[in-house]
């Protein structure tokens, strides 16, 4: 299997918490309707506690395909931003894809799916990376800017929560207990978005979340469906 390894983080740069990132639930247009996200969030100065599936003051606007214990915090790295920044040809701000931990030092997109992140008094587990969906072009002004997300390959990666506790701008960040298996949170949405023939390897990942594993087994029993019924054409 091929995976991504994990790199030294930015010049050496010792990995920190960057910016704090919270937002509610507004109504805005799309399509001639109102919907209710939370995409929009700003930068706060801390510290904010962090329990049950939230970072305090942040709230999700559909529980259904948002939130929850496998996705209560969303991370982002500061250095992605700024990939975006000089993709959009225009300043971004923390907060912007809808992040509520924006990183510095720590390459994100290659962290190991099960790894513990610890800052401040809570520690964190990374859950899943997040797949982009129609909001978040709501958010950027460009309905196709979903598509572009994906194809970038800087997901980020959403996180549970393992002790709660409070974080601050400027904690640092120490990753722990990363899993032998180095599937990364990149890994698995490249499985989704371009190689559905990876799912095999996410199968068996036991910290992976339950609906990317089911989704995996899915997959892999539609190849097999495909592989019989072309052995059976061939006969």
Same mark, same amino acid.
């Given at each position: 299997m091929s995976k991504v390894s994990r790199e030294p983080s930015p010049e050496g740069r #010792? #990995?920190?918490?960057?910016?704090?990132?919270?937002?509610?639930?507004?109504?805005?247009?799309?399509?001639?309707e109102q919907v209710r996200t939370s995409i929009w969030k700003h930068s706060v100065p801390g510290p904010l506690r962090v329990e049950g599936v939230n970072l305090h003051?942040?709230? @999700?606007?559909?529980?259904?395909? !948002?939130?929850?214990p496998d996705k209560a915090i969303y991370a982002y790295a500061l250095e992605d931003l700024e990939w975006w920044a #000089?993709?959009?040809? /225009?300043?971004? @701000?923390?907060?912007?894809?809808?992040?509520?931990?924006?990183?510095?030092?720590?390459?994100?997109?290659?962290?190991?799916?099960?790894? !513990?992140? !610890? *800052?401040?008094?809570?520690?964190?587990?990374? &859950?899943?990376?997040r797949i982009p969906c129609y909001k978040l072009g709501l958010r950027?002004?460009?309905?196709?800017?979903?598509?572009?997300?994906?194809? &970038? &390959?800087?997901?980020?990666?959403?996180l549970r929560i393992v002790v709660p506790g409070e974080i601050s701008p400027g904690d640092p960040i120490t990753v722990s207990d990363r899993p032998a298996h180095g599937v990364t949170v990149q890994f698995v949405a490249r499985a989704y978005h371009e190689d559905h023939g990876l799912a095999a390897d996410l199968v068996h990942v036991p910290q992976l979340a339950d609906?990317?594993? /089911?989704? &995996?087994?899915?997959?892999?029993? /539609?190849?097999?469906?495909?592989? /019989? *019924?072309?052995?059976?054409? #061939?006969?």
């Open positions: #010792a #990995a920190e918490v960057a910016y704090l990132n919270i937002g509610t639930p507004r109504l805005v247009g799309w399509r001639g003051g942040d709230d @999700q606007a559909d529980r259904a395909v !948002h939130g929850g #000089a993709e959009l040809g /225009s300043t971004v @701000q923390p907060g912007l894809v809808g992040e509520n931990l924006t990183t510095r030092g720590l390459r994100v997109t290659d962290a190991v799916v099960g790894e !513990h992140w !610890h *800052l401040g008094t809570a520690v964190l587990q990374v &859950a899943q990376p950027l002004g460009d309905p196709q800017f979903p598509r572009r997300f994906a194809a &970038a &390959a800087r997901p980020g990666a959403y609906g990317w594993r /089911s989704w &995996a087994a899915k997959q892999m029993e /539609s190849r097999a469906s495909r592989g /019989s *019924l072309r052995g059976a054409r #061939a006969r």
